[in-house]
């Protein structure tokens, strides 16, 4: 399989539940919604608007690196915000952009043809110098899977821990197409 076509998917999918998680919290807290963007999971771990935007770096770094392109500015730009985030949380409005952003991005890089050479290696840096040489299919199922899915399911957690009633639908809203006719609970879908 063309990782291009896992990962895509799956960045949509899990990206656009993470924009309904957020409009579900201003909903149900209107006065707090805000104020969720500092809030984590523990004190060494980054803050909600944090990983929103860790979580948009990710599936585009994962997208321009299945490509075989460079990284345009903006995903420095996207880290910076994420690495300051606790100064400057920004609004949920902004995290919802960032989102949308990276959703139209995964769009238009999954459109393009996958380069040639499925088995060409990536290296992969690590900002503290540490560098994984891989294939395209391990960077995509090693790396980019796993580091993409820790930021995402680190913000529903902390959505969850401070009172916003998600459950699992919310997470898996992606699979009711998929659901076979009157085997939902009660009888319906």
Request: hydrophobic residues 40%.
């Amino acid at each position: 399989m063309n990782p291009t076509n896992l990962l895509a998917p799956t960045y949509r999918h899990m990206l656009t539940a993470l924009s309904a998680w957020l409009k579900k919290a201003e909903a149900q807290m209107p006065d707090k919604a805000e104020g969720l963007l500092l809030a984590q999971l523990a004190p060494d771990m980054f803050p909600l608007s944090t990983q929103i935007r860790f979580a948009c770096a990710q599936a585009q770094e994962g997208m321009y690196r299945l490509q075989d392109e460079e990284f345009p500015r903006s995903i420095e730009v996207l880290l910076d915000e994420g690495r300051n985030a606790r100064e400057h949380p920004g609004t949920m409005a902004d995290a919802r952009s960032r989102i949308e952003e990276t959703l139209a991005l995964v769009r238009t890089l999954s459109d393009r043809p996958a380069p040639a050479d499925p088995d060409r290696f990536i290296a992969h840096e690590l900002p503290n110098g540490m560098v994984f040489d891989l294939t395209v299919d391990q960077y995509a199922r090693d790396w980019a899977i796993g580091q993409f899915y820790f930021h995402v399911m680190t913000a529903y957690a902390i959505l969850r821990n401070n009172g916003v009633q998600l459950g699992k639908a919310d997470y898996v809203g992606h699979m009711f197409p998929y659901l076979r006719p009157g085997t939902a609970p009660g009888g319906h879908g």
